[in-house]
């Protein structure tokens, strides 16, 4: 089942903390933009309140919350109600997927990546966005995952654990940004991106066939 209940329900705490960490904010989105290709049809999966996909030029979003429908609407994506797993489109239909802060909810990293490459055409991209487990700040959330409504149900995942997911689904040929080296609440102006992984908290992954 989506794990939906923390969203519905503190949907407007989920929504202002991009606002009361937005140093850290601004660093993924400019991390973000590194990978997410400036033209094509794009789908964002678990498009929450719209808060990445939005500035980030895709056009389409589905999220398994009513509530972070209705906002990401307002921010002016076109939004289905849905699940990662099981995406009601056709393939071949969108020239860029993006999944951001998402893959940790999903029920089955195996089959929503394989739904990504489904939907995407032959030349299209998967961008992944996401906190490292083996990261500092991944580390962190880990040991108190209970006190967070949100992470308490999240299943954290490493680069290498999601490159193994990316290269069974058929992607071959990655690209790497990294950025947040200190904790969100610490950051004052937004950090540098950098490529490659392994040094900052926030990794994004272009995959591509």
């Known amino acids: 089942m989506p794990k939906t209940a ?6 407007e705490r989920y929504d202002e903390w991009f606002e009361e960490h937005d140093a850290a904010y601004q660093s993924e989105l400019a991390a973000l933009r ?5 033209e094509g049809t794009g789908l964002e999966i678990g498009v929450g ?3 990445f996909g939005a500035p980030l030029g895709i056009e389409f979003g589905i ?6 429908v209705e906002i ?6 076109e ?37 990504a490459a489904r939907i ?20 962190i959330y880990v040991e108190k995952k209970e006190e967070n409504p949100f992470y308490r149900e999240a299943t954290f995942v490493s680069t290498d654990e999601l490159l193994d997911e990316l290269e069974a689904a058929g992607f071959t040929d990655f690209e790497f940004v990294q950025t ?21 908290s926030f990794v994004g992954i272009r995959a591509t066939r």
């Open 6 to 11: 923390p969203f519905e329900k503190h949907t």
């Open 180 to 200: 947040i080296f200190q904790w969100p609440g610490e950051i004052d102006e937004p950090e540098s991106v950098e490529t490659g992984y392994g040094d900052g």
């Open 63 to 68: 999220d398994p919350s009513s509530q972070m």
């Open 79 to 115: 939004v289905v109600k849905g699940v990662a797993e099981h995406l009601p489109f056709t393939h071949d239909r969108f020239d860029t997927a993006l999944i951001v802060t998402t893959i940790c909810f999903v029920d089955d990293i195996q089959q929503t990546i394989s739904e």
């Open 34 to 38: 590194r990978l997410v290709p400036s």
């Open 120 to 139: 995407l055409d032959a030349d299209g991209a998967l961008v992944i966005g996401y906190i490292d487990e083996d990261s500092p700040v991944g580390q």
């Open 49 to 51: 309140t719209g808060r």
């Open 72 to 77: 990401a609407r307002e921010r002016g994506t």
